[in-house]
Every structure is written in C-alpha cells, then in structure tokens.
C-alpha cells in the first residue's frame, strides 16, 4: 500500500489514499502529506476509522497540538472530549445535542461564517484535522476556500492596498456579527483582540494569502466602516466559487487542512440529530504582526 495524492478540487484540494491512519505513519508519509498541505491546502482522507488517541497521535506528526482554552465559552466541567480535542458537535457533555438556547450552541453557530481557526490567537492555528464520527443526514456540508488563489487574482491596486495593513481579531467580533453579545467580563477579558496581517506569506512555498476571517473587528489605523467595508468586499470576492471546494462527509473521513492559506465554513444541517466532529489542531509556531503593547 502506497501513498498517492489527487487532486479533488478546482485548484486546490486533494485526496489521500494508501495510508492507515491508526498506524505510526512512517517520515516519509509525513513528509510527503506535508507537501501535499502545502501544494493543496486541503487533504480528505477517506474511511479513516480512527480513536481520539489516534487522532492525537496522527496530528502530533506535523506541531504542537493547540489547546482547546480561550476559544470557546464552554466550562472546564463541560467538556465531551479529552484534553488536546476540540469538540465540533452539536452535543453536550452527555452526548445529547444541544437545547435551541444553550448558548454554547448559540456561540457554536458562529463557526457558519467564514473563517480561519485561531486567528484570533496571537499566534494562528497551522493545521486543522477534523474526523467525522457521526455524519448529519442532510446538510452539514464544510466549505473551504483557498486564499493563494483568491490572492492571486486581486488587481494590482488592490495588492498594493492591502499588502501592509493589519487586521484585529477576536472572537468577540465574529460572536458579535451573529448577535451574539452575551459574554461575561472573564469572557470578554480572554477574547481580546490580536494584530495578523492581511497578507501573509506561505513558510514552504512563498506563495501569498489573504488572512481573512470573520474574526476580523477592524484594521489598525483605519476608520472602523471603512475597514469593514474592505474586508466584507475581499471576502465577497476570495469565498466566489471558483476559489471554494465544498466536502460532503462521509462516516470516518478526515479532512486536513491548512489555516495559514484556506478559510472554511459549516452549512447548516438538522440540529435535532448528532453531529459528531471531532478536531485536533497544529499550533502555529510564529506570530504574523507585532502585538499593541498590553495586549495577548
Ligand atoms: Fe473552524
């Protein structure tokens, strides 16, 4: 059994055979699921039927496994899962999904919109790896979107425009944008905005991105409307259907994918039945812009 990449998506976006992800994968497994990341962005892998410790243990292949604390309202008492797990499913700690009004599921639904996962940390998230345990019957579906390419296809003024400015994120913004303002102090006090630039430069290949999210509150130095004008009108045009692969799961597939070059999205789907998604993520290694001072 040998490994093999192929491509899936319009551009972007490949599938991966030939591996058994509950074995320890060998280093040049690694490093060649590491050039497809870096070569497509996203990697599916089907039929995968792996546990938490094999995710945890596949995922610590590429960094550091970034902690769950500081992106979600969920109490320490709260968690489903082990530590290292980020719970993506509409279940609660006894493995039912969530009432209408919890407001864990209300913070959850901000995952709808546009986004790369951390950015709201100081130092942005690599990679995302998310295993579909139990599949929603209808919808549900993940979309994601590659930032080289809607990079590539600005004009020249809008490259020059963009290319020094410097976003603020937190998820008080993309939780805010929802109508979701129900935070306590120590809420607001862990979601504190962080600096990333707009455009940033892939480590491997050099290729440049749009480092977009709906995260994203303002841009330094900028009028607050005119900032979000810009960002509403640079999503609008890097989330178009040519830039975007959308991936309708499958029981036990996982999907890799990297944060520093895609934004992705959930679709809607019957809440009344699980959905369980279970992610593991990369730590990044590397701030994208100087923090203001006092600041994460
Ligand atoms: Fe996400």
């Known amino acids: 059994m040998s490994l093999s990449i192929r491509p899936i998506g319009p551009h972007f976006a490949a599938k991966v055979s030939g591996v ?21 962005g996203v990697l599916v892998f ?17 960094g550091e496994i970034e902690a769950a604390q500081g992106g979600n309202i ?15 499913s509409n279940l609660d700690q006894n493995g039912q999904p969530y009432d209408r009004n919890d407001r864990r599921r209300m913070f959850n639904l901000g995952n709808r919109l546009w986004h790369s996962d951390s ?12 295993s579909a345990r139990t599949v929603a019957s209808r919808g549900g579906n993940t979309e994601f979107a590659d930032m080289r390419a809607a990079y590539d296809a600005l004009d020249e003024e809008m490259k020059a425009l963009v ?42 290949t050099g290729r440049k991105s749009l480092f977009l999210s709906s995260h994203i509150g303002t841009v330094v ?7 979000r004008d810009l960002i509403r009108d ?5 989330t178009q259907r040519q830039f975007v692969y959308a991936h309708a799961w499958k029981e036990y597939d996982l999907v890799m994918w990297d944060n520093r070059q895609t934004m ?14 279970r992610r593991t993520t990369v730590a990044g290694t590397d701030m994208t812009a100087e923090q203001a001072i006092g600041a994460a």
């Open 264 to 277: 992705h999205r959930v679709r809607r789907f019957d809440e009344s039945q699980p959905r369980d998604m």
């Open 163 to 204: 290319e020094d400015l410097i976003c603020e994120h937190s998820l008080l913004y993309s939780r805010g944008s929802m109508g979701f303002a129900d935070l306590s102090e120590d809420e607001r006090a862990m979601f504190k905005p962080v600096r990333q630039r707009l455009v940033r430069t892939h480590p491997v």
């Open 20 to 40: 058994d992800l509950r074995m320890n994968i060998s280093s040049a497994d690694v490093g060649a699921i590491e050039a497809g990341m870096d070569r497509y």
């Open 74 to 88: 969920t109490k320490d008492n709260e968690y489903r899962l082990q530590h290292g797990m980020i719970d993506v």
């Open 221 to 227: 130095g900028c009028p607050i409307p005119e900032a």
């Open 46 to 62: 089907p039929d995968q039927r792996i546990s938490d410790d094999e995710q945890l243990a596949f995922t610590k292949n590429f």
């Open 119 to 130: 950015s709201y940390r100081a130092v942005p998230a690599k990679y995302s790896l998310l």
């Open 234 to 238: 640079l999503t609008e045009h890097a």
